[in-house]
């Protein structure tokens, strides 16, 4: 069955011309004018991607995003007129996987859905054997690539797509410093031009998830100058 994805966006004629450009891709297509539709969809319909605008009205697109966090890991896209840093940085943090800025090119919206997909397809693929990532007696942390899972303490931690795709390639094998180009190349993909801080703020949500302290962390470590490497405990 084709992929289905929510296309969240409140002006009729940019949602119809995504509408059109992705059901001529294949894929089903779901839609929502606001949140309050957005969350309802999203629990009906059960979407396998989403795209999002950040200026939805009374609810804006960020609250959406959170609040789709809370119950799903569903792929996410933001799609916005916003285009300043801190804008791409706030979408991002709520959440997202992946900001695409208006005016935009339907090509570039369907590539960007493409490698999700693939990031989905080969997340599910993987089957190398378990790494612990943290063995204190306390704390049990365990990267489980033939379930696409992480395991704290026999629970599972709830990581995006994009989240656990980056600690898998940080721990494919742990100890090597990965530059931000390099996980852009890997985890995003080759074609990929956007800026490369978008690694920072995925780094930052995933520690926040598995380290202990996130203001000091301990596994997903920074080499200043050159990127980031995962160390074990």
């Given amino acids: 069955m084709p992929m289905q994805v929510l296309v969240v966006e409140d002006d009729d004629r940019i949602r119809e011309v995504l509408r059109l450009a992705l059901e001529d891709e294949g894929y089903r297509v779901a839609e929502a004018a606001d949140t309050p539709s957005a969350l309802e969809q999203v629990r009906i319909a059960m979407p396998d991607l989403m795209m999002v605008d950040l200026m939805l009205g009374e609810v804006d697109g960020y609250t959406c995003i959170r609040e789709v966090r809370r119950v ?98 940080l721990a494919r094998p742990p100890g090597r410093v990965l530059s931000r180009s390099a996980l852009l190349a890997s985890v995003w993909e080759h074609g990929y031009y956007g800026d490369e801080r978008i690694v920072d703020v995925h780094i930052r949500r995933l520690r926040t998830k598995i380290e202990r302290d996130p203001g000091r962390p301990q596994l997903v470590m920074t080499v200043r100058g050159m990127g980031y490497r995962l160390d074990p405990r």
């Fill in 72 to 169: 799903s890991d569903i792929p996410i896209v933001v799609v916005s007129a916003r285009s300043d840093t801190h804008d791409i940085v706030a979408g991002l943090e709520a959440g997202a996987d992946d900001y695409v800025t208006k005016p935009f090119q339907i090509k570039e919206i369907t590539a960007r859905l493409r490698a999700l997909r693939r990031r989905l397809r080969t997340s599910a693929e993987a089957a190398e054997p378990d790494i612990v990532l943290d063995s204190d007696p306390s704390r049990h942390l365990v990267l489980s690539t033939s379930r696409g899972t992480v395991r704290l303490d026999g629970h599972d931690v709830n990581l995006t797509v994009t989240e656990y795709r980056l600690l898998a390639e």
